[in-house]
């Protein structure tokens, strides 16, 4: 078989490549190990920056979006027992929008099939050669039988735990890696949200985040220690947990508590790769860098990366050589610097750190109160959590 683009992964980056290369006329397969259904249910992020839905809805899949977006113009911070709006439109002019990670999957996966175009699931023993070469080859098992895709270019869209950052020399990339001393157990709760925009806490027992997926669906994060068993995790040490943590001076309880769907724990890390490029092998996404979900960056930074790297593919096939591909890692690890700095910053401005001393608590606590009093201070969270004005090569 022989394509244009090969892509690894059904991810939101992956999928997106090849949408985007879809309306440029560039054809690509789009090869993934799980199986659709697995894809479509695995429950991940929930919020999108404004240029993530301004690139859906522009190119034909904002219908659902528009309809079942929640659309967020603010965001609280809750900590010492009070909230603070940060009013993120009026500051920007940008708002939020919760639309589940799954939900852009489907979307994304529904308009490949009904295009009628090459993703393939549940692919076996997927394997890159001949990178530095003009046709690189993807191989791999399906069906029990052996298939080689030779390509122009490869992108490698698997994700963190994938296998493309590996298919690449490691004395080629420069790696930057910072595993934080805590982890984040979700919940989906069937039960309506807490509030109508999402809230952060900073709170001694440790951070605590509700957000939603719909009217109807909650769902709430809380800071345990990394080596957390979920199983020590009952139903009802999680709501006393997340009513403490949420807990207001004036006594209001907000957290609505309903029948709990799924729940799980998640590893709070900061990484990124360096190039994003390996002669024909393109990095994008978790692939190339993960960052804590704290500031809501990790699918974002997918699609940015994505828009640049789709600019740059068509660049090459217009016939204008490989200028903006040789560009495509410098511009893309910019938004990812920021998004890594941001995403630290927030991180340990809304954590509790096991050997944090009063002193560097009060100064945490002072710094979160200079960003609700001062508009500079809001507006520098207001500006970065609405996602900063996107790069795009010309
Ligand atoms: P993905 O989504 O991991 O997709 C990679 C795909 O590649 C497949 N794969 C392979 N395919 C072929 N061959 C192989 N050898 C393969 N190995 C793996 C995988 O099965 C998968 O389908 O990466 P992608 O596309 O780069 O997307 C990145 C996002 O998924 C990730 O950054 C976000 O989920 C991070 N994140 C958040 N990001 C946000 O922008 N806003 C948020 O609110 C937000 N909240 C979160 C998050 C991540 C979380 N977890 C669970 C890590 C909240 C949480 C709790
Ligand atoms: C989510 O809705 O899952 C979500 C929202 C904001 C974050 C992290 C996760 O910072």
């Not at 809230?199 to 997926?213: D, K, P, Q, S, V």
């Not at 199983?231 to 309903?258: F, K, P, T, V, Y």
Request: hydrophobic letters at 45%; aromatic letters at 8%; a negative charge.
């Amino acid at each position: 078989m022989r394509t244009q683009v090969g892509i690894i992964g059904a991810g939101p980056a992956g999928l997106l490549l090849a949408h985007l290369l879809h309306r440029a006329g560039i054809d690509s397969v789009v090869i993934e190990t799980c199986s659709r259904t697995y894809v479509e249910e695995r429950i991940r992020a929930g919020l999108l920056e404004q240029h993530a839905v301004d690139i859906l809805t522009e190119t034909g899949l904002g219908e659902r979006l528009r309809r079942e977006g929640m659309f967020h113009d603010g965001v609280e911070l809750r900590f010492d027992g009070e909230g603070h709006r940060i009013d993120l439109h009026g500051l920007t002019g940008k708002r939020v929008t919760i639309y589940g990670q799954q939900e852009v999957v489907k979307d994304l996966i529904a308009a490949r099939l009904a295009a009628g175009l090459p993703l393939l699931f549940e692919a076996e023993g997927i394997a890159l050669s001949g990178l530095d070469d003009p046709r690189p080859r993807i191989t791999y098992q399906s069906a029990d039988a052996e298939h080689s895709v030779e390509c122009d270019l490869i992108a490698g869209c698997d994700g963190f735990h994938g296998m493309c950052r590996g298919a690449i020399p490691p004395a080629r990339l420069t790696t930057y890696d910072r595993v934080y001393p805590f982890a984040w157990l979700g919940i989906l709760a069937a039960a309506p949200p807490a509030a109508h925009e999402l809230i952060y806490a900073r709170h001694e027992r440790g951070f605590a985040l509700a957000t939603m997926r719909s009217p109807t669906l909650s769902r709430h994060y809380l800071q345990v220690a990394p080596e957390e068993n979920i199983a020590a995790w009952s139903d009802d040490r999680i709501w006393a947990e997340l009513h403490a943590r949420m807990a207001r001076h004036d006594g209001a309880r907000q957290i609505n508590e309903g029948p709990i769907r799924q729940r799980g724990i998640t590893a709070m890390r900061s990484f990124v790769t360096e190039p994003m490029r390996h002669g024909r092998l393109f990095l994008a996404g978790d692939a190339a860098h993960i960052v804590p979900p704290t500031g809501a960056k990790g699918m974002n930074l997918a699609i940015a990366d994505i828009r640049v790297l789709a600019l740059a593919i068509e660049a090459f096939y217009a016939g204008r050589g490989e200028g903006l591909l040789d560009a495509y890692s410098t511009i893309a690890l910019r938004r990812v610097w920021n998004a890594q700095r941001f995403s630290w910053w927030m991180t340990s401005l809304l954590h509790r750190f096991d050997h944090e001393d009063p002193f560097e608590h009060k100064v945490r606590v002072a710094e979160l109160d200079y960003i609700c009093r001062s508009p500079a201070g809001a507006m520098t969270l207001a500006e970065n959590y609405v996602g900063l004005p996107l790069e795009l090569p010309v």
